[in-house]
């Protein structure tokens, strides 16, 4: 199992202080310094099922600096992904990515309905 995380982020902390509770194994990936591609983004996508907009991080700075709110409507899904893949700073984070699934953002409550399935993967 891959976590994209930025470490100083304090719900990616949260996030891999749940798995290690779980007895979840992961490897870790800083998505600042190894920003996910378009091509990866992709297959996230479709493993996952959310919609490109899940992926940003509409929170951070770049995002308001670029006015994405504005833009993402009229933006196709590869252009999405091409734009994600150029500043890890602006894909949301955590990702935890499995061989049969992604989960996009840290919610506990939505990553402990999905226990028994990470459970399984271990």
């Known amino acids: 199992m891959l976590l994209l995380c930025y470490p100083r982020c304090t719900t990616c902390q949260k996030a891999k202080k749940w798995l290690e509770a779980n007895g979840i194994p992961f490897d870790e990936r800083n998505i600042a310094v190894d920003n996910p ?4 983004l ?7 099922g959310q919609p490109a907009r899940k ?5 951070g ?14 933006m196709t899904e590869s252009e999405m992904f091409d734009l994600l893949a150029t500043d890890g700073m602006l894909v949301k984070r955590p990702i935890l990515v499995a061989e049969n699934g992604v989960l996009v953002g ?3 409550d939505e990553w402990e309905a999905h226990l028994p399935w990470l459970k399984t993967l271990v």
């Open 106 to 108: 840290f919610k506990e």
């Open 42 to 48: 992709k297959t996230w996508r479709r493993l996952g």
């Open 55 to 59: 992926f940003f991080n509409t929170s």
């Open 37 to 40: 591609t378009a091509e990866e």
């Open 61 to 74: 700075l770049k995002y308001k600096e670029l006015r994405l709110k504005d833009r993402l409507p009229e």
